[in-house]
């Protein structure tokens, strides 16, 4: 039974990537940013490369500032995101992680908010706004805008205007860090057996349960995907990470 458990999950799997290559990104319908997702995104780093939506996961929370050169009021603020990028970088265990979004137009170029960054010193990463990013900065009229976004890719707050200060920035931050903090599980998401690693034995237990041939007593473990229920899909999403395809 198990080795047919297993083939039809690694058959799952090919499905489920073929059909993720072309799957567009879905966002809650809103009309300001709060609830929407940021999965998805794909953007240029000033310096180059790319920093794609896979670095979300990685910290509880991911505070995203939008600015231009031309703003005033964004580089008045500018120091104070560096003062935060540089606390939280040598604070790891904060798990928090700061990243701009530049908003390019005649006026604030890739080169001139590259030659703007790398002459004050700032030192987080900052990336051209992309489509799923603007998305959600279009929500407002105005900048700067700082959005909280936590682990899963959801907008959780909005703040349009500056910072006077790094204290309130960091305020600002604490607050909501202690809100999603007290929100994250007392388990890791995927681990069924409790063994603290997810593996493909936590994969086929999952598929079992959302074939409903095993009752799992606590069903959150194994909703992977956030939805609600127990999927074929949360199984795949584990495999995929017991497999070393998907980061954890």
């Known amino acids: 039974m198990?080795?047919?458990?297993?083939?039809l999950l690694i058959a799952s799997l090919m499905l489920f990537t073929c059909v993720s290559a072309t799957?567009?990104?879905?966002?809650?319908?809103?009309?300001?940013?709060?609830?929407?997702?940021?999965?998805?995104?794909?953007?240029?780093?000033?310096?180059?490369g790319t920093v794609t939506s896979d670095i979300i996961p990685e910290c509880t929370m991911t505070v995203i500032n939008e600015w231009a050169t031309w703003c005033g009021p964004c580089v008045s603020e500018m120091p104070h995101f560096q003062t935060m990028h540089e606390y939280y970088s040598s604070t790891?265990?904060?798990?928090v992680q700061i990243l701009g979004s530049v908003y390019i137009?005649?006026?604030?170029?890739?080169?001139?908010?590259?030659?703007?960054?790398?002459?004050?010193?700032y030192t987080?990463?900052?990336?051209?706004e992309d489509n799923v990013l603007a998305a959600v900065f279009n929500n407002s009229n105005a900048i700067p805008n700082t959005i909280i976004v936590d682990r899963n890719g959801i907008v959780r707050d909005m703040h349009t205007g500056s910072f006077s200060s790094s204290g309130q920035l960091q305020n600002y931050i604490e607050?909501?860090?202690?809100?999603?903090?007290?929100?994250?599980p007392d388990f890791i998401p995927g681990d069924v057996d409790g063994n603290g690693e997810l593996s493909?034995?936590?994969a086929l237990t999952i598929m079992r349960a959302a074939m409903e041939i095993v009752t799992l007593q606590n069903e959150a473990v194994a909703d992977m995907n956030g939805?609600?229920?127990?999927?074929?899909s949360d199984a795949i999403i584990v495999l995929r990470i017991a497999m070393g395809i998907l980061e954890q």
């Open 2 to 7: 198990k080795k047919i458990l297993s083939a």
């Open 23 to 48: 799957a567009a990104v879905q966002k809650a319908e809103t009309r300001d940013a709060v609830g929407m997702s940021i999965m998805g995104f794909s953007a240029t780093e000033l310096h180059g």
């Open 92 to 95: 790891p265990e904060a798990d």
């Open 105 to 121: 137009s005649n006026s604030c170029t890739p080169a001139s908010a590259l030659q703007f960054v790398d002459s004050n010193g």
């Open 124 to 128: 987080w990463p900052n990336v051209i």
């Open 175 to 184: 607050t909501w860090l202690e809100t999603l903090e007290a929100e994250e």
């Open 200 to 202: 493909v034995s936590d």
């Open 227 to 232: 939805n609600g229920t127990v999927e074929v």
